[in-house]
Nanobody
Framework: VQLQASGGGLVQAGGSLRLSCAAS????????MGWFRQAPGKEREFVAG????????TYANSVKGRFTISRDNAKNTAYLQMNSLKPEDTAVYYC????????????????????WGQGTLVTVSS
């Protein structure tokens, strides 16, 4: 399994970016997918997750109403649409895959995910 995150960049506060996570693996449609982020000097934190069936999503309170996670199982790709960006959203964003979900509940902890992408840097200027 390989995950390739892309779409990061420099944006002004209030702007938008869409991150993509392209996955290898024939059973992508069976995986939960998640996005995490890590700001300088801080722990990696959960941002958003989506179930394998696209029926459920969950978000960190800090991004709820501004970010939207989605997936296209035909393209083996997950997305994170980020709107109304704030300087505190500045971080390296990582996508992650839970390839053996045991429940419909989407994991929000790092240890619940099996594979990680390399990260893409998002910088929001004030």
């Amino acid at each position: 399994v390989q995950l390739q995150a892309s779409g990061g960049g420099l944006v002004q506060a209030g702007g938008s970016l869409r991150l993509s996570c392209a996955a290898s693996g024939r059973t992508f449609s069976n995986w939960h997918m998640g996005w995490f982020r890590q700001a300088p000097g801080k722990e990696r934190e959960f941002v958003a997750g989506i179930s394998w069936s696209e029926g459920s999503t969950t978000y960190a309170n800090s991004v709820k109403g501004r970010f939207t996670i989605s997936r296209d199982n035909a393209k083996n790709t997950a997305y994170l649409q980020m709107n109304s960006l704030k300087p505190e959203d500045t971080a390296v964003y990582y996508c992650a895959a839970d390839v053996n979900p045991t429940a419909l509940a989407i994991g929000v902890m790092r240890w619940e995910y099996d594979y990680w992408g390399q990260g893409t840097l998002v910088t929001v200027s004030s």
